[in-house]
């Protein structure tokens, strides 16, 4: 008596026997094998294509014959026309099983793929997003048995996706008639699974199988910066990454300002939320452009926000965040329409989730960091900074995570710098000063080149070089504090005691020139006293709060450091550790994971496990509040030398030559510089 | 040894013993007793009123002393002084138990009391609103347990009322923190509750303790007229009706008309979406005034109507309803924010609640008609006939309930007549005609006085007479076929062949004069030849309806009809049988249930529970379709005469005379009026 053929998937190892003449389609979904369809097996999306394996597999123990699939089916064969089948790929659900076969999955046919990110340290993200697409064939209406276009339409998702507890808006309600109708009773959905349990939601409708995939927007909503990812909802790729100013800077630089305007101007509030909904649409708009598609397909949205952010997006007054006890008005993750909050360039139908906060200072970015680098499964002790406007910053391992945040205030993204920008082409974001001649070589965004390598000026000739980003003025300073055209008290020697002529006189202090384009109508670059010392408070503030977890973890030393910043923003390791913004540390154990607020965001949007992983870790993160701890003030006042006045950061100088200089008349520019910090 | 004393509590007659001391609230929410509060015991909403029985109880087999409940406390003596407590009532968080005692519910102190109906016949609503008032203290934040206040006010309702899972948009995160501070962290919250399983939603939030109440619409949203209902949802009290015409009349005055016009015009629908939508907000600040409430505190609102005016209200293109197969959009009952529904007259956080739609033709208005007469229940056959521009037909009993609508016109509501108007003060809405004189006298809405009355002239001088609505057409109408003002055919005779000069020639046919108001600058008022064509029109449809449900059922008699109408009109049986609207039947079986979808509107407002029946109920009635069958025309073309063509009406002959009396040149009248019908 002979067996029912053998059919064994990889790479997940599923095997079982079926009936000669069942598809692959089928044998997968009986086994659980994560492979994709969209039409439900009518060979019209292509999704479920797999590759058989032919010839002797000792290690499964099967010889796969030539016929062990159907052969290449009237299907098949017009889809590879049309569209073009990749050689040895079948579609699932035609070839059909007629011996035993060892079948792959390829990554691009499973549904839970993985999306490989950048960092080496970080995992992967297994795609399971709250949205998805499904086609579907709804009975014709009949007037005897008469039921609603979709009541149909539910009884099909059930029938043929198992899918139950369906509802749909008015916006579905009104296309949902001329869609059938104009599909021949086919038509692809959009549906909302949400974190489960709750039903499913149509959040888009379209006649027969919709073609150009759903997208979702991942957005981290920074005081100065508003940074987004879009990206396919399909298979997590960032098709286009866009950013902008938030025009909330004109109501005020930090947030602390931003609250005191909504107390001291009636509806100063609802200005601030008008203005950053507003932005989010240009921003959506703009990023649907560039990555080519139609705004329309964006249909989910996660936000990563600071608390005074998250209020004013959600249109509540942050009033109760500027005064102890800083209560939130809501702490939870949210999951709400677009519309709710007037984001209208987009899909009217999106869903918005936005990540839970930690607590009063400690935001849903802090939660999106938390997300992202994962210092809850770290085996050794790491400290995460997030830099930005307002310094996110986590430190923990398996056992426990501390977090804070500190207002480092703008300076860390181009902003409060006098010949600061934000991180676009013409900025200038590396920077290196020779220790002898004290002369600079940079390279700007947009150019690959250094300044001094030959044919620059026309390379950069399509900006020009503009200004600083924040990367360029972290380098910047740490550079000029390496060549001693900076003393450790953040003084800007003069040109005879530093010995060049690009430190030149600014009122009762000097500056230096790294750029002069005034020859072509461009600006002169310079690092101003003014612009050290604002550097010199942020990085204090940002070291204070490193150094209140290290204090409340009773550590003095951290394994590693993980440094993160806003959109574009690559900060150095080393200079980072010249500037003293973090604690010493082996300097190959300092690594930069770009944006990893941006990154918890785009993980919320691929991965409905990930929200409800993080709603769960929040809960275990001990938060400490900075605004009220006493010895928070101290570590920031001792910490505004360069790299710091308390600290000897022996593993940094045992590295990184720093001189001995001092352009003070009698050390008291380092007094005065600690007088203006104190009134900071 | 003494046991724990013996509470019994009436009308519930459930009982239980319980330790000296307890207060009765505690006790009755032990027992399940349906004892109100808002306050949850802490003796500020005075709604646990109770009133103690004293002395001997042979049937409860106890005696209760005077000592029986604990003392007249501060609290009570406080809420007395203040407010008034009814003699010999207490609060029932406040008395505690001593000993033995009965203790009666008074049912304004019951959740779930009745609402008596005035129909006779009609059976109370049993008060089970989807919101409700509760009051909760909220725990003040930590800094150091950071938790947002939305959190601790969930926590609050789980721990005092045993309410979980609940949400809350952003109008009331955006509240949340003022109300709180304001209210020293007691708050009032409107909190609905849904059909239950789908958690609670927060509808509206105030400081400390609200006492204004919350209220809901029922709105019966017909082709002609919109009425509505302002109820009180604590005890289902309606505080003002009032009703509007509906604006989509100027793009067509029947349902088919308007779809037409959504046909021939594009964006003819969102234009009619629109102007429905602006109705529904004018007649909600209205009826609000009228209630003498705050809009705002207008959290519910529950619409029935046809199914034309259902997609119109949704914003859904109805133009599938103007052709076979009649595809509903959807059928089900729907739960949806009254801001989708552009209602901002009203609370911003308020829901709606649609019933059912049985089919194509036959809508949530006949759903509603359903729920308030309950032909589902009936022992015997009823025929249930709501009157409007398009009726709605009901026929069945507890075995089988058929439906069906028909387009009727909008005639009967006093639209498409020569001195028609809508059911207001100064409309004549009952009329009599002396067979022997031909006199009419009449009454107009909003005077006792009949127009022969002395004392008429001045009683109606505010409004003056301004002419017929929908009840009065219809009894003007019977009363000149009784008076043999015209022939059963339908024809007016001439002043020579009635004897009367209220006969006047109107181009090449009559008109009978009622009121002659123009000496006064006021109206006169015919009754015309068009008008008797146009109620012959509407009753042949009507009556048509009823029959092919009647051929549907296999019956030729029903064993009682009831007839009900749009808001304010009250149809008289006679004058309907006389007319032939209806089926022959005996007259004290045929009754008047006023507007029973509106009723069944007020019912769903009230009761979650009956939400769930009518969903239910929908299912399970069968629906016949008029537009295709050829037995309703064959019905409507045989049914033109007055009262009928074919069907001798024995049983009304026997009651009424009616002058057999031929007012066409060779009853060629007839005829042409049967051609007119046809082309209708």
Chains 1, 2 share one sequence.
């Not at 990110?117 to 499904?134: E, F, G, H, Q």
């Not at 950069?460 to 000029?480: D, K, L, N, Q, R």
């Not at 009773?554 to 500037?579: C, E, N, Q, Y």
């Amino acid at each position: 008596m002979s067996q029912d053929p053998l059919v064994i998937f990889t790479p997940s190892g599923k095997r079982g026997r079926f009936p000669a003449g069942t598809p692959i389609l089928t044998a997968a979904r009986k086994l659980g094998v994560d492979l994709d369809s969209v039409c439900g097996g009518r060979g019209i999306c292509s999704k479920c294509q797999i590759a058989p394996s032919y010839g002797d597999f000792p290690k499964h123990g099967v010889t796969v014959r030539e016929d062990a699939l159907s052969e290449w089916n009237a299907v098949e064969a017009r889809y590879d026309r049309v569209r073009g089948l990749k050689t040895g790929r079948r579609l699932g659900c035609q070839a059909t099983v007629q011996g035993d076969v060892v079948i792959d999955v390829p990554s691009e046919s499973q549904v839970h793929r993985q999306v490989v990110r950048k960092a080496a340290s970080a995992r992967p993200i297994i795609m399971d997003p709250a949205t998805r697409l499904v086609f579907v064939e709804v009975d014709e209406p009949d007037m005897h048995e008469p039921s609603g276009d979709l009541e149909r339409l539910r009884k099909a998702l059930s029938a043929q996706w198992q899918i139950e507890d369906v509802s749909a808006g008015l916006p579905i309600l009104k296309k949902l008639q001329p869609a059938l109708r104009k599909g021949k009773w086919q038509v692809t959905v959009a549906l909302y699974m949400g974190q489960g349990g709750e039903g499913s939601r149509i959040l888009d409708i379209w006649p027969g199988l919709h073609e150009s995939g759903i997208y979702g927007l991942a957005i981290d909503l920074g005081s100065t910066t508003i940074a987004a990812h879009l990206c396919d909802l399909s298979d997590g790729h960032v098709l286009a990454s866009s950013g902008l100013m938030n025009p909330q800077i004109r109501f005020g630089e930090d947030l602390m300002s931003r609250v005191s305007y909504a107390m001291m101007n009636p509806g100063g509030d609802v200005e601030m939320t008008t203005a950053v909904r507003d932005a989010i649409n240009t921003l959506a708009s703009e990023i649907a452009e560039e990555g080519g598609i139609d705004p329309r397909l964006i249909v989910e949205t996660v936000f990563v926000c600071n608390p005074v952010m998250h209020h004013l997006l959600l249109g509540i007054d942050p009033v109760e965040l500027g005064q102890a006890p800083f209560a939130l008005a809501t702490s939870s993750s949210m999951t709400l329409p677009a519309v709710a909050l007037d984001l209208t360039a987009i899909n009217p139908e999106a869903q918005v989730y936005i990540l839970p906060c930690i607590a009063g200072h400690v935001g849903a970015d802090a939660a999106a960091v938390a997300l992202s680098e994962e210092p809850n499964l770290s085996e050794d002790l790491v400290l995460v900074v997030d830099v930005g406007t307002n310094a996110e910053i986590l430190l923990g391992n398996k056992h426990k995570v501390l977090a804070c945040s500190s207002p480092t205030g703008p300076a860390f993204e181009g902003a409060q710098i006098s010949s600061g920008q934000r991180a676009a082409p013409g900025a200038i974001e590396r920077i290196e000063i020779n220790p002898e001649t004290k002369e600079p070589r940079f390279r700007i965004i947009g150019c690959d080149l250094w300044s001094d390598d030959p044919g620059f000026a026309e390379a950069s000739a399509a900006t020009g070089v503009t200004g600083i980003c924040g990367s360029g003025i972290i380098e910047a300073v740490a550079e000029m504090r390496m060549a001693g055209v900076l003393d450790p008290s953040g003084l800007i020697g003069s040109a005879e005691q530093v010995g060049t002529p690009r430190c030149e006189p600014e009122g009762r202090t000097h500056a230096y020139l790294i750029h002069d384009g005034s020859a072509d109508g461009g600006p002169r670059i310079t690092v101003t006293q003014g612009d050290i010392r604002a550097i010199q408070l942020a990085k204090s503030a940002l070291y204070a709060g490193a150094r209140l977890l290290m204090d409340e973890m009773g550590v003095d030393t951290v394994d590693r450091v993980t440094l993160a910043g806003a959109f574009g923003a690559h900060i150095s390791p080393k200079h980072a550790m010249v500037l003293g913004m973090i604690p010493d540390a082996p300097l190959d154990k300092v690594t930069s994971a770009g944006n990893a607020a941006g990154h918890g965001a785009r993980i919320a949007l691929c991965s409905r496990a990930a929200r409800s992983r993080i709603e769960q870790v929040v809960g275990q993160i001990h938060k400490v509040e900075t605004a009220v701890e006493p010895k928070f003030q101290e570590h920031f006042v001792n910490a505004s030398a360069i790299p710091n006045s308390v600290e000897p950061f022996p593993i940094l100088s045992s590295v990184v030559p720093l001189p001995d200089v001092n352009y003070g008349a009698s050390g008291g520019g380092g007094e005065g510089g600690r007088r203006r910090r104190r009134r900071g």
